[in-house]
């Protein structure tokens, strides 16, 4: 692809002032729309060394008001960013609706450079993760646009040789830019490899010319005006509707809720358990792997209870409880999955989710908070969220507390008639029951769309709540020890 592209491109001054006129105020009217029309944007930027990244940024950004952009200097991962999912970092750093993320490097790191600076690695996962994350943002609504700034070995080293004779700039050609410089051609190779790979119709590639500065303005403007006034011009997502289907079988129907705990085994059994717990947690520290816990369930299925059982003997401080209600602030004007990249544990810790990003699946199908056409490919969007998870090594859990509609309403008038209780239930609550069929077909499809082999659902039979807390932590440590493999450390009982 970049032998097709005109080196040699350029602009007379002339031509240049006028357009850039011109194409100024357009992207300082497209910025206040896109504003307006809560559209959030993000502009990359790579290509090689001297080719003039630092200098387009600059020129982009002149018309547009401050207060709508920020500039992100993407850097190699530090030691804690490599604690997290090699995308965490990036979800931290997408704009909120209405906002400009412009950013000088990017994810492309993982394909581009850290092949041949940190050895070989396995390309297609880092693309596939790559096609993931764009195509989630451009669906929620994202403009995405990437430049590759272009210029040829020759130009490179004029460049780092002007660059070399002024003290004031010679910092920037080091040993790593040096050796990139004599690498050129591998990294040709592997920016090929990348455009075919990543250039998608939600978020295509535009390779620029950078010999010319003013050739290379222009286009990277023209572009972003382009996508913009596109983006700007298309209406709202379409409504889908989807077929509704009355549940025949559901995994819930074959739930032995009759199931009960004798009260003696269960004292005895939880202490072992716990003590276990304790015992994983500080080995996970060890190994520095991170764990994920889940749990959703029916109001009043004893979610609360389980968590407490779970996390009594654990070290507070490797260990985190985030309890999830409605998005608020900030996590209103972002992607839905955001709120839940930024609370991910790093190596060596657990994070417990008391609700999860099911609720778009859940609570926001049923209750109308979102489109058909945003929760139909939720389904999609959490299987690939919690692949990535997995493929960083995290051990993910997941448990549906099960109980039946007849043990639900004895524990709401339970809770109504102890007073130190009552605070437990709500209105919410009430009307939530009122609507127990379509939260029962929702949960079935949720099973059935998101339970995989890499995160499956595990189902509690909750209404004995002491067969409940001791399956959820007979499942926690049995999956943590499977997690983190057999070793001296690591004591499997035959029993568990």
Known sequence: MLETIDLNAKLTKNAYRELMEKLDVSLADCQRRLREARIPVLVVFEGWDAAGKGSSISRLVQPLDPRGFKVHNVRPADET?????????????????????????????????????????????????????????????????????????????????????????????????????????RYLALAEDMFRETSTAYAPWTLVPATDERFRNVRIAETLVAAFESALSRGAAPQIQPVT????????????????????????????????????????????????????????????????????????????????????????????????????????HWTIFDRTWYGRVLVERIEGFARADEWLRAYREINEFESELVDHGMIVLKFWLHISKEEQLARFKSRQQTPEKQWKITEEDW???????????????????????????????????????????????????EGLGKGEDIEFDEND
């Open 81 to 185: 960013e490599r604690l997290y999912p090699p995308m965490w970092r990036f979800w931290n750093l997408t704009p909120a609706r209405g906002q400009i993320a412009v950013f000088n490097h990017s994810w492309y790191r993982q394909v581009w450079n850290e092949p041949v600076e940190e050895g070989e690695r396995n390309l297609e996962v880092a693309y596939e993760r790559i096609r993931v994350f764009e195509r989630q943002l451009a669906d929620d609504g994202a403009v995405i646009v990437k430049f590759f700034l272009h210029i040829s070995k020759k130009t490179q080293k004029k460049r780092f040789e002007a660059l070399l004779s002024d003290p004031a700039f010679s910092w920037k050609i080091g040993p790593l830019e040096r050796k990139r410089h004599r690498l050129y051609d």
């Open 245 to 348: 289907v009355p549940v025949r079988s559901s995994p819930l129907d074959r739930v032995d809720l009759s199931l009960q705990a004798d009260p003696e085994v269960y004292e005895k059994r939880m202490k072992k358990l716990q003590a276990e717990a304790r015992r994983l947690q500080h080995l996970c520290y060890r190994r520095r792997k991170a764990v994920v816990i889940a749990f959703e369930g029916w109001d009043a299925a004893g979610k609360g209870g389980a968590i407490r059982r779970l996390t009594r003997e654990l070290d507070p401080r490797g260990y985190e409880v985030i309890p999830i209600g409605a998005p608020e602030g900030a996590e209103k004007v972002h992607h839905h999955l955001w709120r839940f990249w930024r609370a991910l544990p790093k190596g060596g």
């Open 431 to 481: 009307r939530n029951r009122e609507k127990w069929e379509a939260y029962y077909q929702a949960v079935t499809d949720m099973i059935e769309q998101t339970s995989t082999a890499r995160a499956p659902w595990i189902i509690v039979e909750g209404n004995d709540k002491r067969h409940a807390r001791l399956k959820v932590l007979e499942s926690v440590t049995r999956t943590v020890k």
